[in-house]
């Protein structure tokens, strides 16, 4: 890749070694980052893909520093690759929005509207009656996709804006009513993370 020449040279050892160790660095950790939530979202058949890259790359960056004990350079790339690894990781899982997510809506008026507007986006909702504080109350819940919260949210702040609720994560959800886009595949969760890319209609 390099001839020997310039890997003898200070540009090499001070600008060009420490940057490939902080790119890789940084992208062994993005993948240690996102296999530790795939984990924990229950999505686990692509972990041992990710856990075989994750380690070699880390093994390559590794091998770097060893080889280069003297370069202080390459501690300083090896720490910035790791935090920004990090950071980059969580964002692209946000990007990704991964699972499914319980929003429990409490509200002490009447919930008619907001229960229609949430199944005319297709939107299963489950209502109860309950006893709050101030007398009695429903519970609306409801379990959608996590890149469909924020438009759960949007109806209960413009049909039931002073109402208590609460979202939880939720590691397994079977059946019920979850919108699916006709055509939808695992190709959309890439185009989350690179939405100039998306395909052209």
């Known amino acids: ?77 090896f720490a910035g690759g790791y935090s920004t690894g990090i950071l980059l990781g969580v964002n692209i899982e946000k990007r990704l929005a991964l699972g499914k997510q319980m929003i429990r809506i409490i509200t002490n008026k009447q919930s008619q509207k907001l229960i229609e507007a949430l199944r005319a986006s297709n939107l299963g909702v489950t209502e109860l009656d309950a006893i709050g504080s101030q007398g009695p109350v429903k519970i609306l819940l409801v379990v959608a996709k996590r890149k469909d919260v924020a438009k759960v949210i949007s109806l209960v702040n413009e049909l039931h804006g002073s109402s208590f609720f609460t979202i939880e994560d939720i590691l397994t959800a079977e059946q019920g009513i979850f919108p699916m886009k006709a055509g939808e595949s695992r190709i959309q969760y890439f185009r989350r993370i690179f939405p100039p890319f998306k395909a052209a209609r």
């Open 1 to 77: 890749m390099f001839s020997a020449e310039f890997m003898q040279t200070d540009w090499y050892n001070w600008v060009v070694l420490p940057l490939l160790i902080y790119v890789g660095r940084m992208s062994d950790v993005t993948l240690a980052t996102l296999r530790n939530i795939f984990i924990a979202r229950g999505i686990r058949k692509i972990v041992p893909v990710i856990g075989f890259f994750e380690v070699l790359i880390w093994l390559l960056a590794v091998s770097s520093i060893i080889k280069n004990l003297n370069n202080f350079m390459c501690y300083i790339a």
